[in-house]
């Protein structure tokens, strides 16, 4: 259990503006095990989706090193980094990213199809299934309210099997009931599949379920002592 | 409001791309049709008074009686407005330094000509000149083949029967020199007045007096009411609109530029309806927040109407900023052809259809789904409705369908072009909803798999309402742009194959029976054999079923067969560009029936069957139809209403032979050895208008490439704005595809794969529907046979797989080099 999943070392990233550069991550450095659940909690503009960004390898820093299960992103090339996403990653978005043509069922199928699987009707409805949609295969997003999208996108992000799911405040755009629920089922199937997890949110209540807290803040992250050798609360 | 007023700038409206391609589609609908309205229009004026200028006026009253017409006739025209002018055409002898020659003599009064111009220079090697007039009293202009002739040359004298002229000039061009058969070569001008001092014209001489009439329309034809009570059958009116080659040329050409135009019409209506419907849907939000504001569903209504008066307007505006200056250039060209200023005249009766285009382009394309925009909740600020299900458009589809119908109706004025187009529509649509359906089954079972191949198809399947609606209106544009295409292949293949390279240019007329042969051989041993030669005799058509012609015939009087003689002649076999379209030619050995020209059948409302009487001199010839054929009357040969069976009643009658055949510039000498060989024969010599006609059809089709052009533009609009449509979620998913681990490799080719199986359906359905409107157009608009055009049918559909596949791989650009991360959030 204890070897690292997510290695990052001495990250720094920096964005040019027209005038000068902005600094938005300062040197982050943190090691996530195998199986773990991590929070990484800032408010709006401190870092942290940025932050996950970089984790994820959707983009690459300007300074350090992110290892992801082994492979170090910045000298993967833009390919490479696609394989290991569509192998071993998965994505929660705040604003599900659903594509608005497609079906429930098409959209769960998408990275399926990408990763070349060879069943992937079946295992998307199963997957839909599992998320309490089974009812809604052929609907369109338009036609789902927010939870239900949210869903949605949680079976997608679960569909390739990852190893790692990063999650950007999934319930952000959520009521409290909806959000509860949603976080539910995104804890639930986390642990059912052994996914390592790193959501960033600025809900502490969402927060305090992963096992481990980060806090960002101008860019700079620190750990609290929250470290529990418990199990999650689910 | 203030505010949102400012919302509905145009200002603001211009950085929105759909306004933009709303705008741009406005502008190159109202440009094309005032160019072509403006053109046309031009067109139809030239063609007037080119055709004008073949008679040398606007109408000819020619008197083949020998004898001038009552002076009260001239005097009324003169009443009423009318220019006059005066020619007598008659054949004599002359004599030059020591030698004479037969000649047909054109004495013309001071007037002449009342249109057109004369061409002559003042000697072999100076340079050509265009005059309004003909020589003054007391000189002649001859045809430069005299001077051979008679060994001599310009200031000597010519004898004109008692009166001695000087030659003062050669006589290279007449603007009435035309296809008039009874031209007796070779020509010489004089001055009217001096024809009573010759004394060459007595009683009894073939004299023809011709009557040149010139003014407003309205007043010829009404100086034609008065006058054609009093006209004897031997007076002939003679019109414009008697299809003469050339105008017959610019007649197609500007039935292509109407078409063309009309297609560029419809091009930019589908442009306008797809990118004001995107519009509207992008302005949902707004008009729910507005609404949130307080503004009502009248006043959101109202807000809409004024911007889409203010595109209208600014369409209209630019258009024609557009249009004027390509008029200019398109004037500037035929003016260069016609070698002569034509007048830039801005007709406001062509003006007003690309004024009415805007109009209706913007309320029957753009107004539907910008009116429904009054019906968006407010609720929709809070939280997202569902969106239109498409069938809101099914209305917006058939006031369109109308609509653009009704434009090209009144514009191109063809119901079967209208008919054509509507026809290759339907059966598009029908097309496309088959293949919409089997798509849809095909499709279904291809899943998984991260080929491209399969991931395209799964693309296409995926998208389906999308790609169904992209193939409908990608192979409407190219069905347009192929039947345009396709058309104008045929019309410049038609007008070649109607000039071939080497058309008759010469006719060689009144030929006696005993020489045929000699004159056969005659111009065999120079190497330009003579085409079929055809025996003439003159007769004048008097009976039908045994009443006379002029009260058994309804009272059409423009039938001017009926007034003149006509050439008859008999034949074996029907000449290669006729056609027989009732009855049968006659068989071999047959001896009976008579074969009419097909519209002159439909003129006289002749059937096959009837009995027609000729009178011949003071014979008569009756037979019965057996035939009605078409005549290709442009063909440059010789043609003939009536056509006998060999070994009939005709061959006792008095004939000569007429021919026609190729003389090539190199070998003109030989005509004066001929004239000389045969002095009776008359040559005619029609290279110069052969020459001109084929210069006219390069320049016509230079104005029509330009035309091809907008049109194209019009096309890339269409593009423009439909791939605008789906830009957004085709770029979303892009980057959504690469958030989820696709490679770029996979992304491009899959994509490309996708557009280019779009752009093959789209290629093979918009080239068959092309076909389907070419075929019909085909037969009543342009007169050509139907085939397949391969050179059409195999391209467009692989030319434009490649383009859109292109298309499709620029619009993920964006995708490919950014960040998916950068690109999730921009896109959000």
């Known amino acids: 259990m204890n070897e690292p999943m997510l290695k990052v070392s001495d990250l720094t990233h920096r964005v040019s503006l027209e005038t000068d550069t902005l600094t938005i991550l300062q040197g982050v450095s943190l090691e996530i095990n195998r199986g773990e659940s991590v929070a990484i909690v800032g408010r709006s503009g401190s870092g942290k989706t940025t932050l996950l960004g970089l984790l994820a390898g959707l983009d690459t820093p300007t300074e350090g090193t992110v290892e992801l299960d082994g492979a170090v992103i910045s000298k993967l090339s833009e390919d490479e980094r696609a394989r290991l996403r569509a192998q071993r990653v998965g994505f929660v978005f705040q604003s599900f990213q659903l594509l608005p043509a497609l079906t429930a069922l098409e959209n769960v199928m998408l990275p399926l199809e990408l990763g070349g699987h060879e069943a992937p009707e079946k295992k998307a409805r199963e997957l839909l299934e599992r998320v309490g949609l089974g009812e809604r295969l052929t609907h369109t997003p338009r036609q789902l309210s927010g939870g239900e999208q949210q869903r949605v996108a949680i079976a997608r992000a679960f569909a390739s099997d990852p190893v790692v799911l990063f999650a950007d405040e999934p319930t952000g755009n959520l009521d409290n009931r909806t959000g509860q629920a949603v976080s539910d089922l995104l804890m639930a199937l986390n642990h059912e599949q052994g996914t390592t997890l790193v959501m960033v949110t600025h809900d502490e209540h969402l927060a305090v379920r992963c096992g481990r807290q980060f806090s960002i803040e101008a860019g700079v992250l620190t750990e609290p002592d929250t470290r529990t050798d418990e199990e999650p609360v689910i | ?828």
């Open chain 2, 1 to 828: 409001m203030v505010a949102s007023r400012k919302l509905m700038s145009i200002r603001r409206d211009w950085r929105e791309r759909d306004v933009r391609v709303v705008l741009a589609a406005l502008m190159i609908a109202v440009a094309t049709v005032a160019t072509i309205a403006l053109f046309a229009s031009q067109l139809q004026r030239t063609l007037v008074s080119s055709a004008s200028s073949f008679l040398a006026a606007d109408r000819q009253l020619e008197a083949e009686n020998g004898r001038p017409i009552p002076d009260a006739w001239l005097a009324e025209a003169q009443n009423r407005q009318l220019e006059t002018g005066q020619m007598v055409e008659f054949s004599t002898m002359v004599f030059g330094a020591d030698t004479f020659q037969l000649v047909s003599i054109k004495a013309v009064s001071n007037e002449y000509p009342l249109r057109g111009q004369v061409e002559y220079q003042l000697g072999p090697d100076e340079p050509r000149q265009l005059v309004s007039s003909g020589p003054g009293p007391g000189e002649v202009w001859i045809n430069p083949r005299l001077l051979r002739l008679l060994d001599t040359s310009v200031g000597d004298t010519l004898e004109v029967g008692n009166l001695e002229l000087e030659i003062s000039g050669l006589l290279v061009r007449e603007p009435d020199g035309g296809f008039r058969l009874s031209a007796l070569a070779p020509r010489v001008m004089m001055h009217a007045d001096d024809v009573p001092d010759t004394g060459v014209i007595q009683e009894g001489s073939r004299v023809e007096y011709v009557y040149l009439f010139a003014g407003e329309e309205a007043a010829l034809e009404g100086y034609y009411r008065w006058l054609q009570p009093q006209l004897e059958p031997s007076h002939e009116w003679e019109g414009v609109r008697d299809g003469e080659t050339f105008s017959r040329s610019l007649e197609r050409a500007e039935r292509f530029l109407l078409l063309g135009g009309s297609l560029a019409v419809m091009l930019a209506a589908v442009a306008v309806a797809v990118a004001s419907r995107q519009y509207a849907l992008s302005q949902r939000d707004t008009v729910a927040l507005l609404k949130t504001l307080g503004v009502s569903s009248q006043g959101i209504g109202r807000l809409y109407l004024q911007r889409l008066g203010l595109w209208g307007l600014a369409g209209a505006v630019g258009g024609l900023v557009i249009a004027l200056p390509l008029y200019w250039l398109l004037s500037r060209l035929l003016s260069d052809v016609l070698e002569r200023p034509v007048d830039y005249q801005l007709d406001p009766a062509a003006l007003a259809p690309s004024l009415l285009t805007a109009l209706v382009s913007l309320f029957a394309f753009a107004y539907p789904p910008i009116r429904r925009l009054r019906n968006v909740p407010a609720m929709r600020v809070l939280r997202s409705q569902p969106g239109e299900s498409g069938r809101e458009a099914l209305p917006d589809l058939i006031v369109a369908l109308v609509a653009i119908f009704g434009l090209v109706w009144m514009y191109a004025g063809e119901v079967s072009l209208v008919l054509a187009l509507l026809g290759g529509l339907i059966l598009l649509l029908g097309t496309l909803a088959l293949l919409g359906w089997l798509m849809v089954l095909g499709l279904r079972r291809i899943s998984g798999g991260g080929n491209a191949w399969r991931l395209a198809l799964v693309g296409l399947y995926r998208h389906r309402r999308a790609s169904l609606s992209q193939i409908a209106v990608f192979a409407m544009t190219l069905m347009l742009a192929a039947t345009l295409i396709l058309v104008r292949t045929s019309l410049l293949a038609d007008w070649q194959a109607q000039l071939p390279e080497n058309t008759p240019n010469h006719f060689l007329i009144n030929i006696a029976p005993d020489v045929v042969k000699d004159v056969d051989a005659f111009w065999q041993d120079r190497g330009q054999p003579l085409d079929q030669l055809y025996p003439m005799v003159r007769g004048r058509f008097t009976e039908l079923n045994g009443e006379p012609v002029k009260e058994a015939v309804s009272k059409d009087e423009r039938v001017g067969a009926l007034n003149r003689e006509l050439n008859l002649t008999w034949m074996e076999s029907l000449p290669a560009d006729n056609e027989i379209v009732e009855g049968e030619w006659f068989s071999p050995g047959e001896t009976r029936g008579v074969s009419v020209e097909a519209e002159l059948a439909e003129k006289l409302g002749l059937k096959v069957g009837d009995e027609l009487t000729f009178t011949i001199g003071s014979e008569k010839v009756t037979e019965a139809v057996t035939s009605i054929r078409t005549v290709q009357w442009d063909s440059m040969k010789p043609n003939f209403y009536m056509a006998f069976p060999p070994g009939g009643g005709l061959e006792e009658m008095p004939a000569t032979w007429i021919t026609s055949f190729y003389l090539s510039p190199g070998n003109k000498n030989a005509l004066n050895e001929f004239s000389r060989q045969y002095p009776t024969i008359s040559v005619l010599e029609i290279d110069h208008i052969i020459e001109r006609i084929q210069d006219i059809v390069r320049q016509v089709t230079q104005a029509i490439e330009a035309i091809l052009a907008l049109i194209l533009a019009a096309a890339l609009v269409v593009m423009a704005a439909v791939v605008s449509a789906t830009l957004r979620d085709r770029q979303r998913e892009g980057a959504l595809l690469r958030t989820l681990g696709g490679r770029q490799s996979l992304l491009v080719r899959s994509t490309m794969l996708e557009f280019a199986l779009l752009g093959l359906f789209a290629g093979v359905l918009g080239v068959t529907a092309a076909e389907a409107a070419v075929w019909t157009l085909q037969f009543r608009m342009f007169e050509g046979e139907f085939q397949w055009h391969w050179a059409i049918v195999l391209p467009i559909p692989l030319l434009s797989a490649v383009v859109l596949a292109l298309f499709g791989r620029w619009q993920l650009r964006p995708v490919l080099n950014v960040s998916p991360m950068l690109l999730l959030r921009r896109l959000e």
